[in-house]
């Protein structure tokens, strides 16, 4: 998926027409352009800031949740999401955008809930990416360009003194709890990309059942200085 994300990202560069072509025309899809309802995941139509942060978000939340999750349900969180945002939410929110985001969504959203389910299995950086990305569409959704600089930085701050903490596990659990709320608030807005969060951290909870238990990671060790 990254790849054909990129890829898409490099053809729109090298045709620009190609994003008025496969992004969300609801008139056109159902006057028989099919493939409409999958190709806005391809194309980043806010240029190259969109293209960096939707591709980068992918690869460091798409590894991780492959690791936790395994590549099939991966697939299911990733498409799931993606295309329930394409085929009923974008026509309502933003039925004339594009962008991978709202799948991305879906694999935080997914990593959330087992974060919910499992604080004590959830790696240092399962821990910060749910809250860290949560952060940036909560604060681009209800504080604009500041809200999505000033929200993730605040967490950027919060999280890497309390991940030092000996109750690692409490921390993680935590952060689950805060990042579902937020994302049932943006929801709540709505917002496509709380939806998106919401559709994800459901289908995590029912993919976690299958999901084979982990290594407890150990909490860090507290360091005296003397």
Do not use: K
Request: charged share 15%.
């Amino acid at each position: 998926m990254t790849l054909a994300t990129a890829a898409g990202a490099a053809a729109q560069l090298a045709d620009p027409g190609l994003v008025d072509r496969f992004r969300r025309d609801y008139p056109a899809l159902h006057d028989g352009e099919w493939w409409r309802w999958f190709t806005p995941l391809l194309v980043q139509p806010a240029g190259w800031g969109q293209i960096a942060f939707n591709i980068a978000s992918l690869v460091v939340a798409g590894v991780i949740a492959e690791r936790r999750f395994g590549t099939v349900r991966w697939l299911l969180l990733y498409l799931g999401t993606g295309l329930f945002g394409e085929g009923v939410v974008g026509e309502r929110l933003d039925p004339h955008g594009a962008g991978n985001s709202i799948a991305v969504c879906g694999l935080v959203g997914g990593l959330a809930a087992l974060l919910l389910l499992r604080p004590g299995e959830a790696t240092r950086p399962h821990a910060f990416v749910v809250p860290y990305y949560t952060a940036c569409v909560a604060g681009l959704g209800f504080g604009g360009t500041v809200g999505a600089f000033v929200a993730p930085t605040a967490v950027l701050v919060v999280l890497s003194i309390l991940l030092r903490n000996r109750h690692y596990r409490g921390v993680a659990f935590g952060a689950a709890v805060v990042s579902l709320v937020t994302a049932g608030l943006l929801a709540a807005r709505p917002d496509q990309h709380g939806i998106g969060l919401a559709v994800g951290a459901g289908l995590g909870l029912l993919l976690a059942a299958t999901v084979r238990p982990g290594p407890r990671v150990a909490a860090p060790a507290r360091t005296s200085s003397r």
